[in-house]
């Protein structure tokens, strides 16, 4: 792992702390991300995201304050 908790499982772009970092206190959806990205938003690799997504969000990388969105922790 990385110093900032990511190891490479979570090299993708999506998944790089300044993502949500750049953006405090801000909630994206992962098809805006992916949008914002220019990255296909295909359903499988959506679907991919929000499990990867939830995963930092359990060890408290990351906030999910609704269903589908997720910020940088405050």
Same mark, same amino acid.
């Given at each position: 792992?990385?110093?900032?908790?990511?190891?490479?499982?979570?090299?993708? /772009?999506?998944? $790089? #702390?300044?993502?949500?970092?750049?953006?405090?206190?801000?909630?994206?959806? =992962? @098809?805006?991300?992916?949008?914002?990205?220019?990255? /296909?938003?295909? $359903? #499988?690799?959506?679907?991919?995201?929000?499990?990867?997504?939830?995963?930092? =969000? @359990?060890?408290?990388?990351?906030?999910?304050?609704?269903?589908?969105?997720?910020?940088?922790?405050?």
């Amino acid at each position: 792992m990385r110093e900032d908790g990511f190891g490479c499982v979570f090299c993708h /772009p999506v998944f $790089e #702390p300044h993502t949500f970092n750049e953006h405090p206190g801000k909630v994206f959806r =992962v @098809r805006d991300l992916y949008e914002h990205l220019g990255l /296909p938003t295909d $359903e #499988p690799s959506i679907d991919v995201t929000r499990s990867r997504l939830g995963r930092l =969000v @359990r060890q408290g990388l990351l906030e999910q304050p609704g269903r589908g969105r997720y910020q940088g922790r405050t």
